[in-house]
């Protein structure tokens, strides 16, 4: 099916250790974005992309690394992980071409650092 | 970024109507009203958005009012299925690019059956 796709699904780290997570979409969207998510604090976004090249910083950007080589794909690198990166991670994509559309969000990466 | 507010919870019995309120006193010109929902241990599901006039879809239907100041989301006929969190966000159609999606805690919805 279409959509958007997370891997890997649950991740255990050490403080310190650096891990990539992955997102691919297959609806050949422009615009993609990381946010975690908190308990009690709704999802913040961490960086977004709008297009292959393209990359900017989001709302809690710190610690955290995204490229963007092609359309499909939009990886999220921690580089030292800390136990405050403890959250769910969620990837989310949409067109550029529908005038205020929504996006399609994948199912999460839970992500626990210790 | 403008901001929403939402009942932090609601309970609604199965089979019938419900309806989300969404309160956005600052809502700019170029606002789109976004509705989102959560099922436990899932992404965030879109479920519909709108500009000014009422929107349906399949799923539920965008009342707006017309100072466009607030909004409901309504269910027409609630099943267990549609327990979740649901999210009222605005997003902004003329800042392309930092078009930050700001979620707030939500309506967390339970259905009685």
């Known amino acids: 099916n279409a959509g958007v796709t997370q891997t890997p699904k649950f991740q255990v780290l050490k403080t310190g250790q650096s891990m990539t997570l992955q997102c691919a979409q297959d609806?050949?969207?422009?615009?993609m974005s990381w946010y975690r998510q908190d308990p009690g604090m709704g999802l913040r976004l961490i960086h977004y992309s709008v297009g292959a090249g393209i990359t900017d910083q989001g709302e809690v950007p710190n610690g955290y690394n995204v490229s963007r080589s092609t359309t499909e794909d939009f990886p999220l690198r921690l580089l030292s992980a800390a136990p405050s990166q403890t959250s769910v991670y969620f990837c989310?994509?949409?067109?550029?071409?529908?005038?205020?559309?929504?996006?399609?969000f994948g199912s999460g990466t839970r992500l626990t650092v210790v | 970024d403008a901001k929403t507010t939402q009942p932090n919870s609601m309970e609604s019995n199965e089979e019938e109507p419900v309806h989300l309120p969404c309160n956005h006193s600052?809502?700019?010109?170029?606002?789109?009203i976004h509705w989102y929902r959560q099922l436990p241990s899932q992404g965030p599901e879109y479920v519909i958005h709108?500009?000014?006039s009422n929107v349906n879809n399949r799923m539920a239907s965008l009342a707006i009012a017309e100072d466009r100041k607030s909004s409901t989301l309504i269910l027409h006929r609630a099943t267990l299925r549609d327990a979740a969190v649901y999210y009222c966000?605005?997003?902004?159609?003329?800042?392309?690019?930092?078009?930050?999606?700001?979620f707030g805690t939500g309506t967390r919805l339970t259905i009685i059956p």
């Open positions: 966000i605005l997003r902004s159609s003329s800042n392309f690019g930092n078009e930050k999606l700001t």
């Open positions: 989310a994509s949409r067109t550029t071409y529908r005038e205020g559309g929504g996006y399609t």
């Open positions: 709108g500009l000014t």
């Open positions: 600052t809502i700019s010109g170029t606002d789109y």
């Open positions: 609806m050949n969207h422009e615009y």
